[in-house]
């Protein structure tokens, strides 16, 4: 029974991965849309949207929905889904927090309103999804989170219980319960959260975009916004082709460099790894044992997580998280060959039946992180402009939540949400370079550390800890 995660990769780890296409699964298919046009010329509009990931596809779907006669526009630099709503594992948690306990530590006092609002979200985005007639392969499984080691078994009970007491029913299972739902020698524990569901991201961000169009927005790709300034009593935003005068703008930009400066500090791009198996035959699925079709994830602090994907791929991603010098998001990282060797072992280590089997993709993509680990809000310009980033990686749900509350300030009206700790505060800025890059890659390699000791976190971790700043899954 193996008692750590591989280290290095392996030559089976290789063999798996090594005739991958370089491509997200989501996104190398054939009925992927055909890219809308640009924006040409100079346009006037009540609401600009930029970013075409959930975030602003979202806001979109909103700012039509609430009223029909808002003129409402939105521009993507790329395609609809390019970035990060179009690479992740289609997870479409509950969670607003990054996790129950990310939200205990940040906000005790509003968990209990988090959590109710987070699963309000989870119905409204699963209702609207039928409403607009989106197609995005929802399964309303739960997930599954494991410990693939005794020590982990502990963290995950007082999680149950921590959960109960702000009004989140988990369901914790022993070594023998969660092998029923999971064959894996790995498995010795697990608790089952009922509030997530899964999708296929790429498809309901081109759903979102084909509703918004239904719903009178004009939506434009290949169309990045390059200024963006006060005129008068509205703000204008160039493009490479034209403009935009909007009386509001939200900004949902993610990972790329914001463009409002003051907020440039409050994120970083973090790289995520991810493959795609070929479509497992029947008897491969038989000797899992994965018939209830959970999401997973483990519980380590650095941390996979994996599905099955409507067609019966499984996605595996996770475990290590990459920060380059410089906020660098060259697409050069896109494809980290050694990354997802490794991650093809520790597939094999939890499935060791899949011995054989092929990875059909692999890719990378960046994730908008910041020093809180959820979503923030900024308003600038008088009002006239907001900002929702900080998702890290938990957004296809979140970003649902982020958006209606991004329009309830672009708006200026008072909500449950607008009223919310969470919302009215910020995160701790990074440090400049190179402090920054010397900070992140000294804390990737210490929560290493702190897994190879059994969870026994060193003196950076705690320090971490006790200023705010430490994080684990």
Same mark, same amino acid.
């Given at each position: 029974?193996?008692?750590?995660?591989?280290?290095?990769?392996?030559?089976?780890?290789?063999?798996?991965?090594? !005739?991958?296409?370089?491509?997200?699964?989501?996104?190398? =298919?054939?009925?992927?849309?055909?890219?809308?046009?640009?924006?040409?010329?100079?346009?006037?509009?009540?609401?600009? #949207?930029?970013?075409?990931?959930?975030?602003?596809?979202?806001?979109?779907?909103?700012?039509? $929905?609430?009223?029909?006669?808002?003129?409402?526009?939105?521009?993507?630099?790329?395609?609809?889904?390019?970035?990060? *709503?179009?690479?992740?594992?289609?997870?479409?948690?509950?969670?607003?927090?990054?996790?129950?306990?990310?939200?205990?530590?940040?906000?005790?006092?509003?968990?209990? $309103?988090?959590?109710?609002?987070?699963?309000?979200?989870?119905?409204?985005?699963?209702?609207?999804? =039928?409403?607009? /007639?989106?197609?995005?392969?929802?399964?309303?499984?739960?997930?599954?989170?494991?410990?693939?080691?005794?020590? &982990?078994?502990?963290?995950l009970a007082e999680m149950v219980t921590d959960g109960l007491l702000v009004g989140q029913s988990l369901e914790l299972l022993d070594a023998d319960a969660a092998r029923t739902r999971v064959q894996?020698?790995?498995?010795?524990?697990?608790?089952?959260?009922?509030?997530?569901?899964?999708?296929?991201?790429?498809?309901?961000?081109?759903?979102?975009?084909?509703?918004?169009?239904?719903?009178?927005?004009?939506?434009?790709?290949?169309?990045?916004?390059?200024?963006?300034?006060?005129?008068?009593?509205? #703000?204008?935003?160039?493009?490479?082709?034209?403009?935009?005068?909007?009386?509001?703008?939200?900004?949902?930009?993610?990972?790329?460099?914001?463009?409002?400066?003051?907020?440039? !500090?409050?994120?970083?791009?973090?790289?995520?790894?991810?493959?795609?198996?070929?479509?497992?035959?029947?008897?491969?699925?038989?000797?899992?044992?994965? *018939?209830?079709? $959970?999401?997973?994830?483990?519980?380590?602090?650095?941390?996979?997580?994996?599905? +099955?994907?409507?067609?019966?791929?499984?996605?595996?991603?996770?475990?290590?998280?990459?920060?380059?010098?410089?906020?660098?998001?060259?697409?050069?990282?896109?494809?980290?060959? &050694?990354?997802?060797? +490794?991650?093809? $072992?520790?597939?094999?280590? @939890?499935?060791? &039946?899949?011995?054989?089997?092929?990875? *059909?993709?692999?890719?990378?993509? #960046?994730?908008?992180?910041? *020093?809180?680990?959820?979503?923030?809000?900024?308003?600038?310009?008088?009002?006239?402009?907001?900002?929702?980033? /900080?998702?890290?990686?938990?957004?296809?749900?979140?970003?649902?939540?982020?958006?209606?509350?991004?329009?309830? +300030?672009?708006?200026?009206?008072?909500?449950?949400?607008? =009223?919310?700790?969470?919302?009215?505060?910020?995160?701790?800025?990074?440090?400049?370079?190179?402090?920054?890059?010397? /900070? @992140?890659?000294?804390?990737?390699?210490?929560?290493?550390?702190?897994?190879?000791?059994?969870?026994?976190?060193? #003196?950076?971790?705690?320090?971490?800890?006790? @200023?705010?700043?430490?994080?684990?899954?």
């Amino acid at each position: 029974m193996n008692d750590r995660w591989a280290e290095h990769p392996t030559e089976r780890g290789i063999a798996m991965v090594a !005739h991958a296409r370089p491509a997200p699964y989501w996104l190398d =298919r054939p009925d992927r849309p055909a890219a809308r046009d640009r924006l040409v010329g100079d346009h006037d509009t009540d609401l600009l #949207v930029v970013g075409g990931g959930f975030t602003g596809l979202w806001t979109a779907v909103h700012a039509a $929905e609430r009223d029909p006669g808002r003129r409402v526009v939105l521009v993507e630099g790329g395609r609809i889904a390019d970035g990060a *709503s179009g690479r992740n594992g289609g997870f479409c948690s509950a969670s607003l927090t990054h996790g129950l306990g990310n939200g205990l530590d940040r906000y005790p006092d509003e968990m209990p $309103e988090l959590l109710a609002m987070g699963r309000e979200t989870l119905t409204a985005i699963a209702t609207t999804m =039928r409403r607009l /007639g989106i197609d995005a392969d929802l399964e309303h499984t739960g997930e599954l989170n494991l410990a693939n080691f005794d020590w &982990q078994t502990d963290g995950l009970a007082e999680m149950v219980t921590d959960g109960l007491l702000v009004g989140q029913s988990l369901e914790l299972l022993d070594a023998d319960a969660a092998r029923t739902r999971v064959q894996s020698p790995m498995v010795r524990g697990a608790y089952h959260d009922p509030d997530t569901m899964l999708v296929d991201p790429a498809k309901l961000a081109w759903g979102l975009a084909d509703a918004a169009e239904r719903l009178g927005v004009r939506v434009y790709e290949h169309t990045a916004v390059t200024e963006l300034r006060r005129s008068g009593d509205a #703000v204008r935003a160039r493009t490479g082709y034209g403009s935009v005068r909007a009386d509001r703008v939200v900004l949902a930009t993610a990972a790329s460099t914001p463009l409002l400066r003051r907020l440039r !500090h409050l994120i970083v791009p973090v790289w995520d790894y991810v493959l795609v198996t070929e479509p497992l035959t029947e008897a491969q699925l038989d000797a899992l044992g994965w *018939s209830g079709r $959970e999401g997973l994830a483990d519980a380590g602090n650095r941390f996979h997580y994996f599905r +099955l994907t409507a067609d019966n791929r499984i996605l595996f991603g996770g475990y290590d998280a990459f920060y380059f010098y410089g906020s660098d998001t060259d697409p050069r990282h896109e494809q980290r060959p &050694q990354e997802f060797a +490794l991650l093809a $072992e520790h597939l094999l280590q @939890i499935f060791p &039946q899949l011995e054989g089997i092929r990875a *059909s993709h692999t890719w990378g993509g #960046v994730i908008d992180t910041c *020093s809180r680990f959820n979503a923030f809000w900024d308003v600038a310009m008088g009002g006239r402009v907001v900002s929702v980033l /900080g998702f890290t990686g938990l957004g296809v749900g979140a970003s649902h939540f982020g958006a209606a509350t991004a329009l309830d +300030l672009a708006d200026g009206v008072d909500t449950p949400r607008t =009223r919310l700790a969470m919302v009215r505060s910020k995160p701790l800025p990074f440090p400049p370079e190179p402090v920054r890059w010397a /900070g @992140i890659t000294l804390t990737r390699r210490e929560l290493g550390r702190a897994d190879r000791r059994q969870g026994r976190r060193g #003196v950076w971790l705690r320090t971490l800890d006790a @200023i705010g700043l430490g994080f684990d899954s």
